[in-house]
Nanobody, 116 residues
Framework: QVQLVESGGGLVQAGGSLRLSCTASGSIFSSSLMGWYRQAPGRQRELVATITRTGLTNYASAVKGRFTISRDTAKTTVTLQMNSLKPEDTAVYYC??????????WGQGTQVTVSS
């Protein structure tokens, strides 16, 4: 059963915006650090942003000031708002959840492509 469902990927021009969403089950959402990772061709998967159960956020230096991660408790959804996109942001973006028991769930990934 798919535990994390992602949406919002696509193709945009440099300078544009996209919003990625990840919906989790209530039990996973309420007990987990949530976040987004990305993986570009030929590169290792890297952290983009995380958000704790209390709303504390952390961002990779490459996206600070451009991306915003948030969580909606009512919708059990984590959102990554991506502004001022650059071609180097092109990657497959993965939602993840890390439970208090240190069990990790991954989404299937959604492609983000930024053209120059």
């Amino acid at each position: 059963q798919v535990q994390l469902v992602e949406s919002g990927g696509g193709l945009v021009q440099a300078g544009g915006s996209l919003r990625l969403s990840c919906t989790a089950s209530g039990s996973i959402f309420s007990s987990s650090l949530m976040g987004w990772y990305r993986q570009a061709p030929g590169r290792q998967r890297e952290l983009v942003a995380t958000i704790t159960r209390t709303g504390l956020t952390n961002y990779a230096s490459a996206v600070k000031g451009r991306f915003t991660i948030s969580r909606d408790t009512a919708k059990t959804t984590v959102t990554l708002q991506m502004n001022s996109l650059k071609p180097e942001d092109t990657a497959v973006y993965y939602c993840y959840a890390n439970t208090l028991a240190s069990y990790v769930y991954w989404g299937q990934g959604t492609q983000v492509t930024v053209s120059s």
